[in-house]
């Protein structure tokens, strides 16, 4: 009988666990790119597009191209010359600073 409540006990605390490291995964703050997945073939003009999450006011994405900051993007690459290419998408502060909370990176090949 203390075998049985004791894997319980230790089943309830798991689950707590869990629960727990579900709840705080679901509010850290996050960025995410979207499409293109990474690896995909895009043509010279595409676009883009990510998931900021749970960031602080005032935070806000910046993209960049082969490590090149793309300042005021909109969203859409235009007249990416052929080849491999990484995109990496950071989260900045309201002073334009990298936040140092999050980036995801992709690389994508343009084709003809």
């Known amino acids: 009988m203390t075998r049985v409540r004791l894997s319980a006990c230790a ?3 798991a689950g707590a666990l869990a629960v727990s490291s579900w709840s705080a ?4 703050t996050a960025i ?8 995909e073939t895009v043509s ?11 960031a602080p006011a005032g935070h806000h994405a910046h993209v960049y191209l082969d490590g090149t900051y793309q300042k ?3 969203g859409t ?3 990416v010359p052929k080849g491999e290419h990484t995109i990496t998408v950071t989260i ?14 992709i690389t994508v090949k343009v084709g003809e």
């Not at 995410?32 to 690896?39: M, V």
């Open 11 to 13: 089943l309830a605390i």
């Open 44 to 54: 010279n003009t595409f676009d883009i597009k990510y998931e900021l999450r749970n």
């Open 72 to 74: 005021g993007f909109k």
């Open 32 to 39: 995410n790119i979207i499409s293109p997945r990474n690896g």
């Open 77 to 79: 690459f235009t007249h």
């Open 92 to 105: 900045a502060d309201h002073d334009h600073k990298d936040a140092g909370m999050a980036t995801d990176s």
């Open 25 to 28: 995964a679901e509010n850290t």
